[in-house]
């Protein structure tokens, strides 16, 4: 019995000591921890705040103006429309209709995210009940379109004091619609997410493996390039990647009936795309890793800001604004708002075109240094 004890006991020591002279693991024991749960409390809200919102008033009573007074708090951020009408102007055309279609060309172009919109008799028309507002909607985040609507509704009690709604809304979706799921919003992301977590990991790891292994060593005593081997496992990695996507996509298609308007192969592409970048960012995180223990650890470091600085699970707009820059430096977060923009939007190469110029760069960074530190891991 006490012998099984001590051998038991010298197991433990064993294991121990190893982690005894291995300063990066034990940082990671203790910091990780504290990075996740202050990330988590900062970040994961799920509130929205500063929703750009534009406001045409041409009411010509104070019933407007004292609504929009009564729209408290940081949710949204109004600002009064100086779109330009003139591309809206027709004959039988208004002037106020003409400025809510120039302010709804911003929702269109992804500007804005909702117009509230007040018509000249707006004040006159309450006491029949029959006045209305018009609110022009992106509704393809359903947590942007719940902030709006609620707070809307809100300043409406507190401005009429619960006496009953004299008026109406009227609800223009330039995106989505009132049917909308949650699901539908984040699926893209989701998918991003996935082939990041694969492609980034696998690429990690094999390369570890094969460096542990003098494989890599071997492989730089014959005449092969270091550009050469970084495109070769880009290539095979690409297989992984599309077909994870392919998975993933058709599950999210197939099992969740997740809406799509936009190309399908436009979203292939974009994850394509994406995984590449990935695989160039796995190889060069390969280069501070000895052993597969220590290859493990980039995965929080990767999960944890992609999860929660991206706007995968909820919008940017939901993320606290001293966090937010570091939201633009991840790539997750171009790859997600294309999809995202692709799927539920319907848009093309030419509207997602910041995000693929994004996306080529970090494509660019990371296989340039793939190539320089796969060399120096041999």
Not at 97 to 106: H, I
Not at 151 to 165: M, Y
Not at 204 to 231: D, H, N, Q
Request: aromatic share 8%; with cysteine; charged share 15%.
């Amino acid at each position: 019995m006490r012998a099984g004890l001590r051998r038991t006991l010298a197991v433990t020591r064993k294991t121990l000591s190893q982690f005894r002279h291995d300063r990066r693991t034990l940082g990671f024991i203790v910091a990780m921890p504290l990075l996740m749960v202050v990330v988590f409390g900062y970040t994961f809200g799920g509130e929205v705040h500063n929703v750009r919102t534009l406001v045409v008033n041409s009411d010509a009573g104070p019933m407007a103006s004292r609504l929009l007074e009564n729209i408290t708090g940081d949710t949204l951020a109004l600002e009064s429309s100086n779109a330009s009408p003139r591309n809206c102007l027709a004959p039988g055309i208004g002037i106020f209709e003409a400025n809510v279609c120039a302010a709804r060309e911003e929702v269109f172009a992804g500007r804005a995210w909702a117009v509230l919109a007040f018509p000249e008799n707006f004040s006159a028309n309450l006491p029949p009940g029959n006045a209305t507002i018009t609110v022009v909607l992106d509704g393809s985040s359903p947590p942007i379109r719940a902030a709006v609507l609620g707070t809307l509704r809100g300043a409406l009690e507190k401005t009429f004091a619960g006496a009953g709604a004299p008026f109406a809304l009227e609800l223009d979706y330039v995106y989505g619609s009132e049917d909308t799921r949650f699901i539908d919003s984040f699926a893209p992301g989701v998918v991003a997410l996935a082939v990041l977590m694969v492609t980034t990991i696998f690429s990690v790891i094999m390369v570890v493996r094969e460096k542990s292994g003098g494989i890599l060593e071997r492989l730089f005593a014959t005449p092969l390039r270091s550009t050469e081997l970084v495109v070769g496992l880009a290539l095979a990695l690409a297989v992984i990647a599309f077909a994870q996507s392919i998975v993933v996509m058709g599950a999210a298609l197939l099992l969740f009936q997740v809406k799509v308007v936009g190309s399908i192969p436009l979203a292939f592409g974009i994850l394509l795309l994406f995984g590449i970048g990935n695989q160039g960012l796995g190889i060069m995180l390969s280069s501070a890793a000895k052993n597969e223990l220590q290859a493990i650890q980039f995965v929080p470091l990767i999960l944890f800001p992609s999860l929660l600085l991206t706007g995968v699970f909820f919008p940017l707009e939901a993320i606290p604004s001293s966090f937010r820059p570091f939201s633009y430096v991840v790539p997750l977060t171009y790859a997600s708002d294309a999809l995202h923009s692709i799927m539920l939007r319907g848009w093309g190469v030419v509207e997602v075109g910041v995000d693929i110029v994004a996306l080529l760069v970090y494509d660019a960074l990371t296989l340039l240094g793939a190539a320089f530190f796969v060399r120096r891991q041999a």
